[in-house]
């Protein structure tokens, strides 16, 4: 999946929010990547997969897309933030478990985070790009294509834009 042109919707968002929030030449990263763990955990609710007390197990695909471009939102800004190049593909491979997909992007996000506290940010760096992989992975798990994932970003782009006019 190339990421580049939703990458720049991301960057033209971000923006947007900055300067009609006033918060230009503040450093955001650390609200973007608990905002982001904030997302990753909303999708495990949607998602359902570690809910032992619960019969419901089905998943709405729907509402689950919804949630995954939600965080995939503040994956683009990190890596918009760090200068990431995003001219290159990266892969939905159905690799992993939901499960052990879910607890890797966990752990890399809260070690990213650490980093970044630490200025440790090479290491932000990689643990950024492992937890983004492990994302779109299990955006394949799920059973998302390029083409849905990309409208779904799309939809939700235009929403947001459509809250901060409304003072959001």
């Given amino acids: 999946m190339n990421l580049n042109k939703l990458s720049g919707m991301q960057y033209q968002l971000d923006a ?8 230009r030449g503040r450093d955001l990263t650390l609200n973007t990547i608990y905002a982001l763990q904030v997302e990753v955990a909303e999708l495990a609710n949607e998602v359902r997969f570690f809910k032992h007390w619960s019969n419901n197990r089905m998943i709405n695909p729907v509402k689950a897309l919804e949630e995954y471009v939600d965080g995939l939102h503040f994956f683009l800004s990190l890596g918009n933030g760090m200068g990431m190049e995003w001219d290159h593909d990266f ?5 992993g478990s939901i499960r052990t997909t ?12 650490w980093n970044y506290h ?7 760096r990689t643990n950024w790009l492992f937890a983004l992989q492990s994302y ?10 390029e ?8 939809d939700k782009n235009a ?10």
């Fill in 159 to 168: 929403k947001n834009y459509l809250r901060q006019k409304s003072g959001y």
């Fill in 147 to 154: 083409e849905a994932i990309t409208q779904a970003y799309k």
């Fill in 102 to 113: 879910f607890a890797s992007i966990t752990k890399r996000l809260s070690d990213a985070w």
């Fill in 136 to 145: 779109l992975h299990l955006g394949g798990l799920l059973g998302f294509t």
């Fill in 91 to 95: 892969s939905l491979e159905k690799i």
């Fill in 16 to 23: 947007h929010i900055i300067q009609r929030k006033g918060l």
């Fill in 118 to 124: 630490d200025n440790q940010i090479a290491d932000y």
